[in-house]
């Protein structure tokens, strides 16, 4: 009945288009009332508490440092540099789009801010060489849900404090499969574009590579520094965002000078809205996260489950497929904070590693950021390009199933996550 109750309400107050932050709290205050538990001044007590944690502060700096970056050039530069070294190969283009993707993931670790910044630098140019649009739509969207999984990530920080999982651990981890993920969409390009007779731009000069290396250097920097820091214990996530944050406020002001100190206050302003959405939401789910332990849902969902406990890999699968389905109808943040505080005891349970479990479970929300039809990516690349939802949607199929597939591998075979985040965690 609790189930019923939980699940009723959410549902019902979406159905009704009430904002997810609100419909999280009728959610709680349905369940407080089936509790018989209600209480005006637990439910505020709750929401203050959701959003009165240190390690949440990097959302607001890496927000923050997305925006400067995409402003003061880096995000530019990186591109620039993706261009020079592979833009004249055959399909370069889309080359360059994952190049820059996976470098632009590692510095600001937001979805909507890579797809945004690579649509309005890239799209144009891969129209105009020939490159079907809707293709390079889907491309340049499945490139960009990369951000959430290469660290720094917005997600994992989330995942982390709802999980109470080691967010440097979570980043470290992320490594790998993002890169794999890469390759994939590599693969896949590929594939699709083997038999176009398109004429790739001329190769660039030794000196023309070396000068875009040279303009970049100071943006490759950043996840140099983040990473090594990281590492070698120099600073947490938190104060990784606030350096990551002041580097690129220097470098966009002081070496590239292209952002102007009468910039500054739309920046901080779209920053502070940004984050303010995702505060909210936070602190709403914290709501329903502690009456969800009150009512002991987890050990219900635990039963439910109990034919998959005996076996890792069926369980997983079935999560996973679970999370796809709840990716294709909400948004990345309110899925890892209505799931988390369900599937966490379930994954305990049944013996698999909660840092293994957040990098697949933060894949798959960052692919339903391109799955119809909410799909926060998709719309904003078809904002951006200037194309139909249904073209974008078209042309971004046959990449999600190459990162699904990838997904899904990392179920199977563990190690490919487990072995290089023990790596590069020392």
């Known amino acids: 009945m609790t189930v019923a109750i939980f699940l009723g309400a959410l549902l019902g107050a979406m159905a009704l288009g009430i904002p997810i932050a609100f419909a999280l709290l009728a959610t709680g205050v349905a369940l407080m009332w089936h509790l018989d538990l209600f209480d005006a001044q ?106 959430p999984v290469i660290p720094p990530s917005i997600g994992f920080v989330i995942f982390g404090v709802a ?95 292209e952002l102007k100190l009468s910039q500054l206050h739309a920046i901080f302003v779209t920053a502070a809205k940004t984050t303010s959405v995702i505060m909210l939401l936070i602190a709403a789910a914290m709501v329903s996260a502690w009456l969800i332990t009150v009512a002991d849902l987890p050990s219900k969902v635990i039963g439910l489950l109990e034919p998959f406990m005996g076996n890792p890999t069926l369980l997983l699968i079935a999560i996973m497929v679970l999370v796809m389905v709840v990716g294709t109808a909400m948004d990345m943040t309110p899925t890892i904070l209505i799931l988390t505080p369900v599937l966490m005891p379930v994954v305990k349970a049944a013996g698999i590693d909660p840092v293994y479990f957040g990098v697949l479970f933060i894949i798959n929300n960052s692919i339903g950021l391109i799955t119809p039809p909410v799909g926060t990516v998709l719309n904003v690349v078809a904002g951006v390009g200037r194309m139909k939802i249904d073209d974008v949607t078209k042309g971004v199929m046959p990449f999600m199933l190459a990162e699904l597939a990838v997904m899904f591998l990392m179920v199977l075979f563990p190690s490919l996550v487990t072995v290089p985040a023990k790596w590069f965690g020392g």
């Open 42 to 147: 637990i439910l505020a007590q709750n929401v203050v508490n959701g959003a009165d944690s240190f390690p949440l502060l990097a959302v607001p700096f890496f927000m923050l440092a997305g925006e400067i970056m995409n402003v003061g050039g880096l995000s530019r530069r990186i591109v620039d540099l993706a261009l020079a070294v592979i833009g004249h190969v055959k399909g370069g283009l889309g080359y360059v789009a994952i190049m820059a993707a996976v470098l632009l993931s590692a510095l600001s670790g937001s979805a909507v801010a890579d797809a945004a910044a690579l649509t309005a630098l890239l799209l144009p140019m891969m129209v105009k060489a020939g490159h079907d649009k809707a293709r390079s739509g889907g491309l340049i969207a499945a490139s960009g849900i990369i951000g």
């Open 163 to 257: 999980a109470n999982v080691s967010i440097t651990k979570l980043f470290l981890a992320g490594i790998f499969p993002g890169l794999l993920i890469g390759a994939s969409l590599w693969f896949t390009w590929w594939w699709l574009g083997r038999r176009e007779q398109i004429t790739p731009p001329p190769r660039k000069s030794r000196a023309e590579v070396l000068t875009a290396l040279r303009q970049s250097t100071w943006a490759l920097m950043l996840p140099v520094i983040i990473l090594v820091g990281l590492r070698a214990g120099v600073f947490t996530p938190t104060e990784a965002a606030v350096v990551a944050a002041v580097y690129a406020l220097f470098v966009s002001t002081v070496v590239y000078r």
